[in-house]
Structures are given as C-alpha cells and as structure tokens.
C-alpha cells in the first residue's frame, strides 16, 4: 500500500523559507503525478503545485508561481516543495497526494498526513 509522509514545515517569519518534503514508500509515483496542496482554517483545500514524476513537467497555481518550486528526488522517492519569499497568507497546512493529477483533489489517490506552516508578520 502507497504511503506518503511529509515533513519541513514550521513557524517562519515572512520573507523567510522552508523546504518542505514528501516520502513515498511503494510505486506511489512512477506513472503518475505529485501534488502539493495547502488548506487554511475556514477554507477549502486548494492546489500549490504538481509535478510529473517521469517527465518533470511542473504546475503551479498563480499565487505561489516565482516564490515556490517543486523537484522530485527518483533515488530517494521523495519529492520537495521550496518555498521562498514567505508570505502571512501561505500559512496552512501543507498536504502531499499522488495520482493522475493535477489541480483538483478529486484526481488525486493517495494523501499525506500533513504539515503545519506558520508565518508569521
């Protein structure tokens, strides 16, 4: 069975970075696509940003797009979502998915559990 794990976040003044990553234990990624998507309090979860884990054709929403870049690592099967230039409104949490892609949750088979990101003003 398919399991991801996230880890990297934290509480980050804004302006600042962090580096968030995405194990996947099992062939989560080998044909298909890796998502990040972030959900505030009080608001529905939206899309970050996506990558193919073979072709490396990356998406990425408008409010992040120039600030956070998503990679996959094949040898270790993890993927890593930068973020820099850190803004109040990127607080959430952070999920990683994997499935066919790209934007919308529905297409999307397997979650992780979360992590939190906090910036702070």
């Known amino acids: 069975q398919a399991r991801l794990v996230e880890s990297g976040g934290g509480l980050v003044q804004a302006g600042g970075s962090l580096r968030l990553s995405c194990a996947a234990s099992g062939d989560t990624f080998s044909t298909s696509v890796m998502g990040w998507f972030r959900q505030a309090p009080g608001k529905e979860r939206e899309f970050v940003a996506a990558i193919h884990w073979r072709g490396g054709i990356t998406k990425y929403s408008e409010s992040v797009k120039g600030r956070f870049t998503i990679s996959r690592d094949y040898a270790k099967n993890t993927g890593y979502l930068q973020m820099n230039s850190l803004k109040v409104d990127d607080t959430a949490v952070y999920y990683c998915?994997?499935?066919?892609?790209?934007?919308?949750?529905?297409?999307?088979?397997?979650w992780g559990q979360g992590t939190q990101v906090t910036v702070s003003s």
């Open positions: 998915a994997g499935g066919p892609g790209w934007t919308s949750t529905d297409s999307y088979d397997y």
